[in-house]
């Protein structure tokens, strides 16, 4: 997927809350997949999923805030698919080649009958997040971060490098990073990656127990058969001030004005509070 294609699934989403967001700006992921691949949801994580797209875009609100929308990969036929991150198999983890071919060929399977993720690790990650670093600071300030799928899980880890020190004790440290600084996240299809690298599950899940105090809010559908709603639950469990969301739709960026009418408030709520801070 691509940014443009989001940007085009999410109009229901900015008329509609065009009275406290101002604008999107929509950033395709660096990562593009070669066109011969054949399972886009094994390319980016066996047990994660295909994701969203983004591309530069404005909503005609005359006030409110602006947000930041993180694609992530899927096959499409407007563009190349593309990702924030590569799930590859760990040895270290236990993951064997004839387990990780395994775990490929069952990406086509529902997520509630695949079992416990695999451990993986996530090639360029963390060249992804320097690059959305940047953009936030050559772009911003963005009032929120929003994000798809793989997108989701991006934007949640963007959101915690927001906290004092987390850049610093990151691979990052050495980059010349400023952190980026946030209102609110809004995830939609979410997970925590099934990764064993240290530095990642640092940031969502610190060894001290601390989770990320940005205010966000998480939708997820309890028919979706690529990400499983436990998945996003435990996402949701890495943030101390966060709400959940269900439809019973499946993988798809939910635009309902059901889904709307939970969005506004607490967006109008976050600018609100930041207003009086």
């Known amino acids: 997927q691509h940014a443009a294609k989001l940007r085009a699934q999410s109009g229901a989403l900015r008329k509609g809350l065009k009275s406290v967001v101002r604008e999107f700006a929509y950033?395709?992921?660096?990562?593009?997949?070669?066109?011969?691949?054949?399972?886009a949801t094994a390319a980016v994580e066996p047990d994660g999923g295909p994701s969203g797209g983004a591309a530069g875009g404005a909503g005609d609100g005359a006030g409110g805030g602006k947000v930041i929308s993180a694609d992530g990969a899927a096959l499409s036929a407007g563009g190349p698919m593309r990702a924030w991150f590569l799930a590859t198999p760990d040895a270290s983890a236990g993951l064997s080649a004839e387990a990780a071919a395994a775990e490929a060929a069952a990406a086509a399977v529902p997520a509630a009958r695949r079992g416990p993720p695999k451990i993986y690790k996530c090639d360029g990650l963390w060249d992804s997040l320097e690059f959305l670093c940047r953009y936030v600071e050559e772009n911003g300030p963005f009032d929120g971060v929003l994000g798809f799928s793989q997108g989701a899980s991006m934007a949640a880890l963007l959101a915690a490098l927001s906290r004092d020190g987390a850049i610093a004790a990151s691979p990052?440290?050495?980059?010349g990073l400023a952190a980026?600084?946030?209102?609110f996240a809004?995830?939609?299809?979410?997970?925590?990656?099934?990764?064993?690298?240290?530095?990642?599950?640092?940031?969502?899940?610190?060894?001290?127990?601390?989770?990320?105090?940005?205010?966000?809010?998480?939708?997820?559908?309890?028919?979706?058969?690529i990400i499983a709603p436990e998945r996003s639950r435990r996402l949701l469990a890495a943030?101390?001030?966060?709400?959940?969301?269900?439809?019973?739709?499946?993988?798809?960026l939910n635009t309902t004005s059901a889904v709307r009418a939970e969005l506004k408030p607490f967006i109008a709520a976050q600018m609100a509070a930041a207003a009086d801070a």
Request: glycine share 10%; charged share 25%; aromatic share 6%.
């Open 239 to 252: 943030f101390d001030d966060g709400k959940m969301v269900e439809h019973d739709g499946g993988h798809y």
């Open 172 to 175: 990052l440290a050495d980059r």
């Open 180 to 183: 980026p600084s946030f209102r």
């Open 186 to 225: 809004l995830l939609f299809a979410g997970f925590l990656p099934s990764t064993s690298e240290a530095a990642v599950n640092e940031l969502l899940s610190p060894e001290d127990g601390a989770r990320c105090a940005l205010p966000s809010l998480h939708v997820s559908g309890t028919g979706d058969e």
């Open 27 to 39: 950033v395709d992921a660096p990562i593009t997949l070669a066109a011969d691949v054949d399972d």
